[in-house]
């Protein structure tokens, strides 16, 4: 496991636009599709919002995530992201996620990433996470998968 340091940072900080890059060129590969359609980094400035940098044990940027609102007591995790061999960055980047969207007062957390995405939505499985209905954008889009987790029940 890579030891991990998880700190709040800006989307616009150079090393978190180096991995949401990465992201996108991944995401490319795999899906055809960068994903940067789907987030604006302003969100992040948003209330209810936090952006999250994932850093190794020499503080090298490894990994990031966002947390934003998407209804009362809801919020969705936006561009996760763990560099290639960092095992372990995205389980703790996910739960340091988890932990800010308690903070905030969140019941629920959902997300959507691509079916084809096999390693994501098999690592979202094994984080507690199950499909769920569409929702927002992803409503008549079957290429997509909408997950959800019960952080804390109301």
């Known amino acids: 496991m890579t030891a991990v340091r998880i700190i709040e940072a800006s989307p616009n900080d150079p090393a978190a636009v180096r991995l949401l890059d990465a992201l ?29 940098l994932a850093l190794d044990g ?16 809801v919020g969705e ?10 095992k372990g960055v995205g389980a703790a980047l996910l ?34 996470w199950s499909e769920t209905d569409p929702f927002g954008r992803y409503v008549g889009r079957p290429e997509s998968i909408c997950m959800a987790r019960v952080i804390s029940p109301r």
Do not use: W
Request: net charge neutral; charged share 25%.
């Open 24 to 52: 996108s060129d991944a995401l490319s590969a795999i899906t055809g599709d960068d994903g940067r359609a789907s987030f604006d980094p302003a969100q992040a400035d948003e209330s209810g919002s936090v952006f999250l």
């Open 58 to 73: 020499t503080d090298q940027p490894v990994g990031c995530g966002v947390l934003r609102p998407l209804a009362e007591g």
């Open 77 to 86: 995790i936006k561009r996760m992201y763990a560099a290639p061999g960092t």
């Open 95 to 128: 739960a340091a996620l988890g932990a800010e969207a308690e903070r905030l007062g969140y019941a629920t957390l959902k997300l959507s990433t691509r079916r084809v995405n096999h390693r994501a939505v098999d690592f979202y499985r094994r984080q507690g």
